[in-house]
């Protein structure tokens, strides 16, 4: 693996990590106590292509590699979270779906605008009953004619309220995973409610929702994939969206680091700056090195998607690391700056919060760990 920056990769970081010191930190404060980014966000990340990156110029992709977009997302966690993930989600989890295995009349009609910002996409694999276990899934989608009506509840869903198009999970067969189809479904279709979740720890400037389907009517050419192939494509789906969020969580990581090696530096206690303290110095090396360890992981899974190579695996232990590395570095950023990591106007105590779900969603670390040890042992655990 070859660690050296092409000169296009080191260009879309530099124009990620501008975006990111100037239009989400200074206002990742506001959004988060208001519960809402400011929405001309999402066209700027379309102009810069950063919701594009990775799907072919010849479907309104701006292409690049997957080093690359795992560099923009790391950029965009660090500046703020609840943006990075309206791209891992409308980008990472359904734009990507649909250039894998949409036809060419899904993807003429959702990438160009999925891409350029001027539509969002939402991911809504899990209900009220089903999270982990999400196969056990029970929106059902019952043929009428040539079309399908899909009835049930999803919860929890990134970009439910905001969102164009939803990539929606039904069961059109038996139970388990076999009878699990996938429908592209407008958010404006009659039928389909939504309702706004408020009140989370973290993430708070994105808005997850609850999605109702009351017999909503999709044509069958809604359908993305094969009847029945449904999960299997949700999981191909989240195992790169699993790199997406260790990429955001390292880009946490190093705002921890950045914040707290600068605190460190001006804060003044018992006569002198407090980064000459050598137990304030352990926390700055633990925040480091979580952060360097969980950096190469996410670029491994990158290197590996970009070599065709299976890479499952290696995305559950990125997710893994990165998003309790991610927690532990914030942790100790709250603690190097004392009291003042308790207040938003420092950026830390929202570093923490933010982090904290990236341990729960897209697979908890329990789930990422029976992932992993299925892959060692060949049993499974689950
Ligand atoms: P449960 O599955 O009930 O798990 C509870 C606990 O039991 C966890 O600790 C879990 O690790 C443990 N557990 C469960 N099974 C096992 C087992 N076999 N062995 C050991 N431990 C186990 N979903 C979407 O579909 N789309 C989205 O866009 C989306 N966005 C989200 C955004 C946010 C902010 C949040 C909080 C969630 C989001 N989710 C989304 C849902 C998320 O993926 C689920 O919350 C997650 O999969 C866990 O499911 P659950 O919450 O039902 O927990």
């Known amino acids: 693996m070859d660690l050296t920056l092409t000169a296009e990769q080191a260009a879309v970081r530099q124009l990620a990590a501008e975006f990111a010191n100037r239009e989400l930190l200074p206002h990742a404060a506001t959004w988060d106590r208001r519960e809402s980014v400011d929405p001309a966000i999402v066209g700027m990340l379309g102009d810069l292509g950063f919701l594009g990156l990775t799907i072919a110029e010849a479907d309104g992709g701006s292409g690049g590699d997957h080093l690359a977009y795992c560099l923009v997302l790391e950029e965009l966690g660090r500046g703020d979270s609840a943006v990075r993930g309206i791209v891992s989600v409308s980008l990472g989890l359904v734009a990507k779906s649909i250039a894998a295995h949409g036809s060419a009349d899904q993807r003429a009609e959702w990438l160009p605008k999925l891409c350029a910002g001027s539509a969002l996409g939402c991911f809504a694999l899990t209900e009220p009953d089903s999270g982990s276990d999400a196969a056990a899934l029970r929106t059902r989608a019952v043929r009428d004619g040539t079309d399908w009506l899909l009835t049930g509840t999803k919860t929890f869903i990134t970009n439910g309220t905001t969102a164009d198009v939803a990539l929606v999970f039904a069961r059109t067969g038996g139970p388990g995973h076999r009878g699990i189809s996938a429908f592209l479904v407008p958010t404006d279709s009659p039928g389909l409610t939504r309702r706004e979740i408020h009140g989370k720890l973290g993430l708070r400037g994105q808005a997850t929702g609850e999605l109702g389907f009351d017999a909503v009517r999709v044509p069958d050419t809604a359908r993305l994939g094969a009847e029945g192939a449904g999960f299997r494509l949700a999981l191909a789906t989240l195992a790169k969206g699993r790199m997406s969020v260790a990429a955001g969580c390292v880009g946490i990581a190093q705002g921890c680091l950045d914040a707290a090696v600068g605190y460190a530096g001006e804060r003044t206690q018992f006569g002198k700056p407090i980064a000459g303290h050598q137990l304030v110095q352990q926390l700055l090396a633990a925040i480091a090195v979580d952060t360097a360890a969980a950096r190469l992981l996410v670029w491994q899974v990158a290197d590996l998607i970009d070599r065709d190579q299976p890479f499952a695996t290696e995305a559950s232990m990125a997710k ?34 933010d982090a904290r779900v990236a341990t729960l969603y897209e697979g908890t670390s329990q789930i990422q760990q029976l992932l992993i040890g299925r892959a060692l042992t060949g049993v499974n655990a689950f």
Do not use: C, T, W
């Open 320 to 353: 893994l690391f990165a998003s309790e590395a991610a927690v532990r570095a914030a942790n100790n950023a709250v603690q190097v700056f004392g009291g003042y990591g308790y207040i938003d106007e420092y950026p830390v105590g929202k570093y923490l919060r």
